[in-house]
């Protein structure tokens, strides 16, 4: 099966513009967060980021298969005292421009940097906001199930046999459910909660997030030959691991020298550069060159 990987210079506002309606089965991305990197790529202040980012989310709506799904991963940070709210408030937004918010993960940072601040402790979290457009989309659960492991043993034989039927939990532990049948299972499906390491193969972009984030996803979401689109796509991790596991992809970028790394990264043979400025109707149909 031949795997196409896309990289798209521009900006995603007009970029965006140029693919197909309900062509995409995973949208995984990270955009810039309010008024972070600023001397990087630009910063966006929060005040602002809900007005900036609806346009996007707009065109992610329309090019989103009713059964795709996007994950958009995002952390409001703390300034003067307070929280921001601006995620919040996009989630609100969202939802009246016809998104479900279907599902929040939590990606803890196994080994962030320790440190001190006077009313808070350190950021160890950042969010992984799931939106669809159907109640009804593609999920693979089976392809994330992780080991069952001891602790069902150790936890198990404390339980009383009402316990271990299906009933309401007395001691809120969560054994509310009848789950003496996972005694048996070598497999059990994960929770919400993503526990990886922050450090990532690449060293030359300033917010590039672990293969291993976008990996987990494109399992849980998506089947070999599907497409999956990162609009922000700095050095190109979620092509790249697409590219590993046999999905086609879309990046698009609007800095020229991350747009290189992510050529740098990626395997040759299926990586057409485009220049959007040309104005080619369907991009998959010009290329300006083939790298090969
Ligand atoms: C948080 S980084 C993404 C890093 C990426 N996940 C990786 O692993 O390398 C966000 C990226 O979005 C790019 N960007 C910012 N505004 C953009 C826009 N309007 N259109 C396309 N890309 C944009 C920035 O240049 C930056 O590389």
Known sequence: MMIRTDILQGDCRDVLATLADNSIDLIFTSPPYADQRKTTYGGITPD?????????????????????????????????????????????????????????????????????????????????????????????????????????????????????????SKTVSGFGKNISHWLDRPQAYPSNVLHLATECANKNHSAAFPEALPEWFIKL????????????????????????????????EIQTEYCELAKQRLEPAAIKLFDIKQNYGTFTENPLYAVH
Not at 52 to 57: E, K, V
Not at 122 to 141: C, S, V
Not at 222 to 251: H, Y
């Open 48 to 168: 602002r980021y809900v007005e900036w980012f609806l346009p996007i989310t707009e065109q992610l709506l329309r090019v989103l298969k009713p059964t795709g799904t996007f994950v958009l991963n995002i952390k409001e940070k703390a300034a003067k005292g307070e929280r921001s709210t601006y995620v919040l408030e996009l989630i609100l937004e969202m939802r009246k421009q016809g998104w479900l918010w279907t599902e929040e993960f939590i990606w803890h940072k196994k080994n962030c940097y320790p440190g001190k601040w006077s009313n808070r402790f350190r950021d160890a979290w950042e969010r992984l906001l799931q939106f669809n457009k159907d109640r009804r989309f593609n999920m693979y659960q089976e392809a994330v199930m992780v080991p069952t492991g001891d602790w069902k043993h150790k936890r198990l034989a404390k339980l009383s046999a009402t316990d271990k039927i299906r009933d309401t």
């Open 221 to 252: 979401f998506t089947q070999d030959g599907n497409t999956v689109l990162d609009p922000f796509m700095g050095s190109g991790t979620t092509n790249i691991v697409a590219q590993r596991m046999g999905r086609n992809s879309i990046g698009i």
